[in-house]
């Protein structure tokens, strides 16, 4: 006889916030701010409160729109050009109140709290680039297309910037034709900005090769479509500005790899949907030995738009 089934208890009752913030938002314009809480009922209150650097701050109620998910709105007048710093606080029904980040236990308001910790996203003026890509943040969302693990590397170097890294992909043994490239998914880290997509006119890119190097530099859209160009890159750092209408159809890498290994390496969409920023959410960067089997590399340090 099977015996009747019952869930386990709950290893732990404790208020626990889990939240990402927006990196960088468009100035003067609300926002919504969300965030995943366990550990309160519906007799608990969550608000957040917002300063900013003009010297104003402002507490807002956080509403339950589903199971453990709270949401508010960040009122316009807050988003001015700079940083908007906020904490997430809850106040229980017993009279405890918690502070986030940190999961502080008192009154966050009380004359010897000398906790401040803070969660902040960056607000953009009008001419503020709009980066997809950068070697110091996004390290963990990149993703290669190597075949030769024994002789060719991937490295996050620093170069003539402090405290700025660049992402370094390299042949060093190369084979005649091979192929080394990387891609990196940019859409959630743009969330914020997404209505000024339409007035951004050119892609930027700041990279340089050692060995001087033919790059490609490919934006992919949501339909799996890829607007490419190919530049000569050289040894010294450059800015290499690409004016978008100037992007053509190509290929892109089907990243991460297929297998088995005979199953195609490139996709090319069948669409003739023209390109438009507003589409894109992937860049790829790609480059090969061509005919040679001499060592070449690409640096890259940052990606962005520019309008």
């Not at 992937?282 to 090969?288: A, N, T, V």
Request: aromatic share 12%.
């Amino acid at each position: 006889m099977v015996a009747e089934f019952y869930a386990p208890s709950s290893f732990s009752s404790e208020t626990f916030v889990v939240h990402q913030p927006v990196n960088d938002v468009s100035f003067f314009k609300s926002f919504p701010i969300s965030t995943k809480i366990i550990g309160i009922d519906s007799t608990d209150k969550v608000s957040i409160e917002l300063r900013n650097l003009c010297n104003k701050w402002k507490t807002v109620p956080m509403e339950k729109v589903k199971a453990y998910e709270y949401k508010a709105n960040v009122p316009a007048d807050m988003v001015t050009p700079g940083i908007v710093n906020y904490r997430i606080m809850i106040k229980k029904s017993d009279g405890d109140t918690y502070t986030f980040p940190g999961g502080f236990k008192g009154d966050p308001y009380a004359w010897d709290d000398y906790r401040n910790e803070s969660w902040q996203t960056f607000v953009a003026s009008t001419q503020t680039p709009l980066q997809l890509f950068n070697a110091t943040t996004d390290k963990n969302g990149v993703i290669l297309y190597n075949t030769d693990w024994r002789n060719n590397s991937v490295e996050y170097i620093t170069a003539d910037k402090r405290g700025q890294l660049v992402l370094k992909t390299a042949m060093n043994k190369p084979a005649a034709q091979q192929i080394m490239g990387w891609q990196y998914f940019f859409s959630d880290k743009i969330n914020g900005r997404v209505d000024e997509l339409s007035t951004f006119t050119k892609l930027v890119v700041r990279a340089r090769s050692m060995e001087g190097a033919s790059v490609k530099f490919s934006l992919i859209t949501d339909d799996a479509q890829a607007f490419a160009t190919t530049l000569s890159v050289k040894k010294e750092f450059q800015e290499f500005e690409i004016v978008l209408p100037d992007l053509k159809k190509d290929s892109m890498l089907l990243l991460p790899r297929p297998y088995p290994g005979f199953l195609p390496l490139y996709f090319k969409s069948n669409s003739t949907k023209p390109f438009s920023i507003t589409d894109a959410e992937k860049l790829e960067i790609s480059f090969s030995s061509s005919s040679s089997t001499k060592p070449i590399s690409i640096e890259v340090e940052a990606v962005w738009l520019k309008k």
